[in-house]
T-cell receptor
Framework: RKEVEQDPGPFNVPEGATVAFNCTYS??????FFWYRQDCRKEPKLLMS???SGNEDGRFTAQLNRASQYISLLIRDSKLSDSATYLC????????????FGSGTRLSIRP | GAVVSQHPSWVICKSGTSVKIECRSL??????MFWYRQFPKQSLMLMAT?????????EQGVEKDKFLINHASLTLSTLTVTSAHPEDSSFYIC???????????FGSGTRLTVV
């Protein structure tokens, strides 16, 4: 089993739709969680950290379920510019020494 | 915000030659730098963790004699791909943690093509 698993997609949704991604992780000792966005041929950029209580940043909402070992990302009122690959990232170490990337979920927003 | 500058952004080299990739943290001290490789349509794979002033820690399956990592200062880490082969063609990215466990800043990546 992979340490971090994501549905690769692609998700193809119309502009304005709400879309959700899930990501599961296998190491129950995982410390911190993030969602990154990667555009084609570019480096990943931090979208948001994921906190135990759940957190929201504009149209984006991230949630963590430690019991079931998954994190989610919800995008509301999707824009064309949201088209990208979304990477689930898990730090399984007690320091910044072991971060694992999911394989990414491709999202394509159509007009 | 924290910036990691990575050079070169792309390089084409002949098989058998060596290529050096540099990553510099511009406005913070990066005691730890991570080096990743990403093949087309695949996720980032951690190659090694570089710690300032000590030897890098390589992930399983990554040849330390082929991918030489040097982290001589708190702001500079280099990855040298030695005796490059076409199968080494990939997107190489570095990243550094500047806020403990609260996120990582990536370099802009280096697209290496070995012909």
């Amino acid at each position: 089993r992979k340490e971090v698993e994501q549905d690769p997609g692609p998700f193809n949704v119309p502009e304005g739709a709400t879309v959700a991604f899930n990501c599961t992780y296998s190491n129950s000792a995982s410390q911190s969680f993030f969602w990154y966005r990667q555009d084609c041929r570019k480096e990943p950029k931090l979208l948001m950290s994921v906190y135990s209580s759940g957190n929201e940043d504009g149209r984006f909402t991230a949630q963590l379920n430690r019991a079931s070992q998954y994190i989610s990302l919800l995008i509301r009122d999707s824009k064309l510019s949201d088209s990208a690959t979304y990477l689930c990232v898990v730090n399984i170490g007690s320091s910044a020494s072991k971060i694992i990337f999911g394989s990414g979920t491709r999202l394509s927003i159509r007009p | 915000g924290a910036v990691v500058s990575q050079h070169p952004s792309w390089v084409i080299c002949k098989s058998g030659t060596s290529v050096k990739i540099e990553c510099r943290s511009l406005d913070f001290q990066a005691t730890t730098m991570f080096w990743y490789r990403q093949f087309p349509k695949q996720s980032l794979m951690l190659m090694a963790t570089s710690n300032e002033g000590s030897k890098a820690t390589y992930e399983q399956g990554v040849e330390k004699d082929k991918f030489l990592i040097n982290h001589a200062s708190l702001t500079l880490s280099t990855l040298t791909v030695t005796s490059a082969h076409p199968e080494d063609s990939s997107f190489y990215i570095c990243s550094a943690s500047h806020r403990g466990n609260y996120g990582y800043t990536f370099g802009s990546g280096t697209r290496l093509t070995v012909v």
